[in-house]
């Protein structure tokens, strides 16, 4: 932008803010800005999830963003490669199941201490709501608590409950501008239920193409068809929809 300044509505996204602080900020104080994780900071981040201490994933978390990285880069290089170590070192019996549950919803509690700790976005109110739950009797929930944390850096609102009701999500729906339902699934269990959701959603949602996808592993593929869902590879598809259909107002970018 000219000059370097605000924009004139004063609005940043998290990607400007990110921009800003690499580039103007952080070197002005004199703090030197990494383009990602050490390759220490996952195992370190999955050793303290192990031991349930979110106040000493806190600081780590803080000290990486003090590094000067974004968000993002925290969540997809840091805590999302923590959690697949954790699963990693289980499949491998380095870890025992409680060990491996335990690391894995501290690694969700951190995820929840650092949504209570960001401002809503303001463009949230044009972009519209995302919400994000799991398939009744789906026990691997941190992946939705990662989603919600990108999506409101890139200016979604979002609704997280893992456990979430059909009665719960129509009701969300009905009242909220809805541009997105996303599920997580690896028990494909329930279609007869979820088929039903999917209908009711776009029955009763106050956002006439809102989209309903299903995430999770690629064996997912034939159960999103079937429940009448799509099926989306992560975060960038999922953006990507939303942007090709025009749900949400504003650039995503």
């Known amino acids: 932008r000219a000059g370097g ?21 952080l070197p002005v104080l004199g703090v030197a800005v990494r383009g990602g994780p050490t390759d220490a900071e996952p195992r370190e981040i999955g050793d303290r999830a192990r031991e349930g201490d979110v106040p000493a994933l806190s600081r780590i978390v803080a000290g990486m963003a003090a590094a000067g990285l974004t968000r993002r880069t925290v969540l997809l290089d840091g805590i999302a490669p923590a959690a ?34 960001t401002p809503p976005c303001e463009l949230a109110r044009t972009r519209g ?5 799991a398939e009744p009797g789906e026990q691997h929930t941190l992946s939705i608590r990662i989603l919600a944390e990108l999506f409101r850096e890139a200016g979604f609102g979002t609704h997280v409950e893992p456990s979430m009701t059909h009665e719960g ?33 776009r029955r009763f949602s106050r956002s006439p193409d809102v989209l309903f996808v299903v995430g999770g592993p690629r064996e997912n593929i034939g159960y999103a068809q079937a429940i009448g869902a799509d099926y989306c590879t992560g975060f960038e598809d999922a953006l990507a929809r ?8 504003g650039s995503l970018e």
């Open 84 to 117: 697949r170590l954790l699963g990693q070192l289980w499949c491998e019996d380095e870890l025992t199941w409680m060990d491996t549950t335990l690391g894995l919803s501290t690694l969700e509690r951190l995820l929840v201490v650092l949504a209570h700790g």
């Open 5 to 25: 300044g605000v924009p004139p509505t004063g609005v940043l996204s998290g990607a400007e803010v990110d921009h800003l602080l690499a580039t103007t900020v």
């Open 129 to 133: 709501l995302v919400i994000l739950f």
């Open 242 to 249: 939303l942007g090709a259909t025009g749900r949400g107002a």
């Open 169 to 201: 999500v129509v009701a969300v729906v009905r009242r909220e501008h809805v541009v997105m339902v996303g599920m997580t699934t690896t028990t494909r269990s329930h279609a007869d239920a979820m088929h039903r959701l999917v209908d009711d959603v």
